[in-house]
């Protein structure tokens, strides 16, 4: 690790947590409270205000199971431009919603996940703080170690560390030779995306995702990436959604929604020809095509 580049963070007002500097804690307090502040007398960076080291010109993407990195532009042009509520019950790691921070105009922005809503947080509130550390095995253990204490650090590292960005339990280690972000690519992302969250003020919540969408309406709009039906998701459980019910809601629904699912019959009975439907890719062998359904 570079601690030159470390101590000329510092010097700007950068805290560094024992994990980032290259140790690792198993003690929940043991890294809460070391924090190293190594300019005291200087304020905190404002993370609502990008370092000019950290302005890129496209958005942030993270890796994820079916994370929509690569289709985020095409689905932020199919949804309505403006209105009250923009929200995604099913966020993963945000790939739509960075883009259409962007591009659309909202009064208010909510990212709704129940197993990546703490990771959206740990950006929002350490995402300045972070420093990547090299992509190792050894790197590895020590942030899956941190992990399961509940390390915002360790859990903001889980794309770059981990296999599809599936996050620590769920992926395996993602060395260099499966490509990914580089330490210096990564880490301007996590400022990008702090960035955003900050700018965009965006409640982040994990809650049942018929909770979350409670009370919308026609000037609301909902993106739904599910996890897909009858596809082994390792981000997600088979009990955390009944692709039914979804259907039944959405039918329903009184707000505008876009729906992302593959080509399946209970999608195409309910909703009709999809809006979209891109050229099929191949997933384990099988091929599959990448829909878009909307009621609007």
């Known amino acids: 690790m570079d601690y030159n580049f470390i101590k000329q963070l510092a010097e700007q007002g950068f805290l560094f947590s024992p994990t980032s500097m290259g140790m690792t804690r198993s003690d929940r307090t043991a890294w809460q409270d070391t924090l190293l502040t ?24 993270f890796s994820y199971p079916g994370g929509k990195a690569r289709m985020a532009k095409t689905i932020v042009a ?31 922005w909510q990212l709704n996940d129940i ?8 950006i929002r509130d350490h995402g300045h703080e972070l420093v990547v550390p090299d992509c190792t095995r050894m790197e590895y253990n020590k942030r899956l170690a941190d992990s399961k204490n509940g390390c915002p650090y360790a859990r ?28 210096g690519g990564f880490q301007q992302s996590i400022q990008m995306a702090q960035h955003i969250l900050h700018a ?9 995702w018929k909770e979350a969408l409670a009370g919308l309406g026609a000037d609301d709009f909902v993106y739904f990436d599910p996890p897909y039906l009858d596809c082994n998701v390792t981000a997600y459980r088979p ?14 629904a009184p707000y505008r929604w876009i729906l992302s699912e593959y080509d399946q019959p209970l999608y195409r009975n309910a909703f009709g020809a999809p809006c979209l439907q891109p050229k099929a890719t191949t997933r384990h062998g099988a091929p599959r095509v990448e829909c878009l359904w909307k009621n609007f």
């Open 78 to 108: 199919l949804a309505p431009h403006s209105g009250r509520l923009y929200i995604e019950p099913f966020a993963g790691r945000g790939n739509v919603f960075w883009k259409a921070a962007g591009v659309l105009d909202y009064k208010e």
């Open 115 to 122: 197993r990546t809503a703490d990771w959206f947080e740990s």
């Open 38 to 61: 190594v300019s005291a007398d200087e304020d905190r960076p404002d993370p609502t205000t990008r370092h000019k080291k950290y302005v890129k010109s496209t958005p942030p993407t």
């Open 239 to 252: 009990s955390d959604l009944d692709h039914e019910e979804l259907v039944q809601h959405l039918l329903e």
């Open 156 to 183: 903001m590292l889980e794309p770059f560390f981990t296999y599809s960005g599936a996050g620590f339990g769920s992926g395996s280690f993602r060395s260099n030779k499966y490509g990914g972000s580089t330490q």
């Open 200 to 208: 965009t003020g965006a409640t982040i919540t994990s809650v049942d």
